[in-house]
Structure formats: C-alpha cells, structure tokens
C-alpha cells in the first residue's frame, strides 16, 4: 500500500492564484482531512470528510474548498492564493473518528 | 473536547526513559487521550491512544492518572530518532472529528 500521498510536494503561488492541492489514499479509509502547520505551531484542521459526498469545516476554512467524489481522492482547493495561506499542507486519513490517523508527507507552498 | 497543556519542550538522555506529561483537567467520561509524534517536518505519526486503562504498546505506554486530569507518554529507552514534537490530544472517539485539537506539544529532545 501507497499510504496516503500528496501532489506537489512544493508549490510557489503568486497572490491570487488559484490550485488545487492532491491527497490520495489506497486504505479504503472513510475519513479524510486537511491540515495547514504554520512555522512552529501545530496542525490546525482546514476541512474534513466522514465519506464520499460529505464533507465539512474545520477550524480554518477560510479561503479552501473542498469536496469527496471517491473514497480515495480528497483534493482541497485554494481559490485566489493570499500570502497568509503560505503554510506546510497536511492530508490524513483513517478508518473512523477515533482511530489511528495516517499522513501523508505535506505540501509546502509559499504565496508571493 | 477538552483541551490539553504540555510543556513546551524536555530533555532526555539517549537510553533513558522519557516521560512526558500532559494535562486535561477539563477531560470528558468519553474521551480518549492521544499522543502523536512529529518528525523534523514529517507528517505527525500515531503512537498510542486510551481512555482510563494504561495502555502499552512497541513504541510507548500511556499512563493515565485515575481521576483522567493527566497522563503521561512513556518512552521506555529513548533514542535520538525519538527527538520529535510530541502532541497529546484529548478526542471523543465517535464525536465530532472538527474538533480534534493537535495544540503546540512538547519538544523532546535526546541527547547522546
């Protein structure tokens, strides 16, 4: 088993771009999420997914969407990049709410 | 959920056992403390979770104080690949995933 992957491992934005961050995974796991780790803080949750079709907020949606076409594929979606949203991105995934969460390795952007 | 205090960060000497402490004075009957472990700027990796038992597996032991206000990590021999951010994190197993917290959790660093 992949795990859970990410795409792009790097990205650099201009302000008011917009992208779409991958997250994969091959586990068959019902729950799916996003986390942004700004420097020297913890993980901050984004958005969050119970299963395909259903998604919901975080603590810091602002600025990100999100949907869940398929049980493997959560991809989140910056729609115009702001310097503030500069961050290490983090998908993770696991069976329930409460079990073992798996990361995947993040994406660093940097917005200009 | 509950939130958690750890101090920021704690030494250890490599082959010693490191014990990390966390406070969650404010901590529910239902729920379950966890601790997770991030590498340099890894994604966090899972270590160990319980509710009021101690609990033990390869990597630590949770112990769990009786009235549930505080548990401490328990590395056994501790290793400088053990040097990571360690998150305790208090979550209600089946309750709403929006609120799980990862906080600034402690520094561990081992020494030769």
């Known amino acids: 088993n992949a795990g859970v992957t990410q795409t792009p491992k790097f990205q650099v934005l201009k302000t008011g771009q917009s992208m779409t961050l991958q997250c994969a995974q091959d586990?068959?796991?019902?729950?799916m999420s996003w986390y942004r780790q700004d420097p020297g803080m913890g993980l901050r949750l984004i958005h969050y997914?119970?299963?395909?079709?259903?998604?919901d907020q975080g603590e810091v949606p602002n600025g990100y969407n999100v949907s869940r076409s398929t049980t493997e594929d959560f991809p989140l979606r910056l729609l115009s990049a702001a310097p503030s949203q500069t961050s290490v991105y983090f998908c993770?995934?696991?069976?329930?709410?409460?079990?073992?969460?798996?990361f995947g390795p993040g994406t660093r952007l940097t917005v200009l | 959920d509950a939130k958690t205090t750890q101090p920021p960060s704690m030494d250890c000497a490599e082959g010693r056992a490191a014990n990390l402490p966390c406070n969650h004075s404010?901590?529910?009957?239902?729920?379950?403390v966890y601790w997770y472990r991030q590498i340099h700027s890894q994604g966090p990796q899972y270590i160990i979770h319980?509710?009021?038992n101690n609990e033990t597996n390869e990597m630590a032991s949770l112990i769990i104080t009786e009235d549930r206000k505080s548990s401490t990590l328990i590395l056994p021999h501790a290793t400088l690949r053990d040097t990571a951010v360690y998150y305790c994190?208090?979550?209600?197993?089946?309750?709403?995933?929006?609120?799980?917290?990862f906080g600034s959790g402690t520094k561990l660093n081992v020494k030769p």
């Open positions: 994190i208090v979550h209600v197993q089946s309750g709403d995933f929006n609120k799980f917290y």
């Open positions: 993770a995934s696991s069976y329930l709410s409460g079990n073992e969460q798996f």
């Open positions: 319980g509710l009021k």
């Open positions: 586990m068959n796991h019902e729950y």
């Open positions: 404010t901590i529910s009957g239902n729920e379950y």
């Open positions: 997914s119970v299963g395909a079709g259903i998604t």
